[in-house]
């Protein structure tokens, strides 16, 4: 089992710069695929990043250009940087581990962005 801990949400004005920390404990970090969703208010959670244990990287298309996602296996972490961020990615941010059928959530992180 994986324990997940999302922390760097916030407010931002719209074009600032955010960046989000998962922290996972008890497991060996980095045979998982570690994955960003989001979800805002009345619409589904989606996808907005993933990295695989190779380093791989897929992003949802909204945010590609603007959100990088990198892990450190040393520290058992995987970050979301957002960059350009717009009043339409105001959302509770998740953080995801998953390995074969095998997938745990973390709490999520509230993100707003507004002026």
């Known amino acids: 089992q994986v324990q997940l801990v999302e922390s760097g949400g916030g407010l931002v004005q719209p074009g600032g710069s955010l960046r989000l920390s998962c922290a996972a404990s008890?497991?060996?970090?980095?045979?998982?695929?570690m994955g960003w969703y989001r979800q805002a208010p009345g619409k589904q959670r989606e996808l907005v990043a993933a990295?695989?244990?190779?380093?791989?990287?897929n992003y949802a298309d909204s945010v590609k250009g603007r959100f990088t996602i990198s892990r450190d296996n040393a520290k058992n972490t995987v970050y979301l940087q957002m960059n350009s961020l717009k009043p339409e990615d105001t959302a509770v941010y998740y953080c995801?581990?998953?390995?074969?059928?095998?997938?745990?959530w973390g709490q999520g992180t509230q993100v707003t962005v507004s002026s």
């Open positions: 008890g497991t060996i970090f980095g045979i998982y695929t």
């Open positions: 990295i695989t244990s190779g380093r791989s990287t």
């Open positions: 995801n581990a998953r390995r074969g059928s095998y997938s745990d």
